[in-house]
C-alpha cells in the first residue's frame, strides 16, 4: 500500500508541473509571452522558451501517463485475491408459500395500508 501511496504523491506532483507549465504557455506558441530582445536563436528567446516548454509539457504527459497505468496495476495486484468468501449468511432459509391452485375470484386482498388523506398544504395554490 505504501507504493500505491507514493505513486499516487508522485502522480499530484506532476500534475500541478503539467498545469503549471501548459498555463505558461501561449496559445500562438510564443511561450512564456516573452515579446522580443535576447539572441533569435539562444535559449532565453521566445522560440527557445517555447520549445523548452512544449519538450517539457510533452514528457510531464508522458510520465502523468505511464504513472497512472503502473498505479491502475499497482491497485489491481493489491485488491485481488485468490481466497474464496465465504462471509455469506448461508442459515437463512427462504419461505414457502401455498401454491394457488384454481383461479382466483373476488376482489384482492393486500396487507398494504389504506392511502393517506391528502394533507397537502400546497394542494390549493397549485390549482
Do not use: H, Y
Amino acid at each position: 500500500m505504501s507504493l500505491f501511496l507514493f505513486l499516487t504523491v508522485v502522480q499530484a506532483i506532476i500534475a500541478a508541473a503539467l498545469v503549471a507549465v501548459v498555463l505558461m504557455q501561449r496559445s500562438e506558441g510564443g511561450g512564456l509571452g516573452i515579446g522580443g530582445g535576447g539572441s533569435p536563436g539562444g535559449i532565453m528567446s521566445a522560440r527557445g522558451a517555447a520549445d523548452f516548454l512544449t519538450r517539457t509539457t510533452k514528457w510531464l504527459a508522458v510520465l502523468f501517463v505511464v504513472l497512472a497505468i503502473a498505479m491502475a496495476a499497482v491497485a489491481v495486484g493489491t485488491t485481488q485475491s485468490n481466497a474464496i468468501d465465504d462471509s455469506l449468511d448461508r442459515t437463512v432459509t427462504p419461505t414457502e408459500q401455498a401454491p394457488v391452485t384454481g383461479p382466483v375470484t373476488g376482489p384482492a386482498t393486500t396487507d398494504e395500508a389504506p392511502a393517506p388523506a391528502n394533507d397537502d398544504p400546497l394542494r390549493d395554490v397549485a390549482q
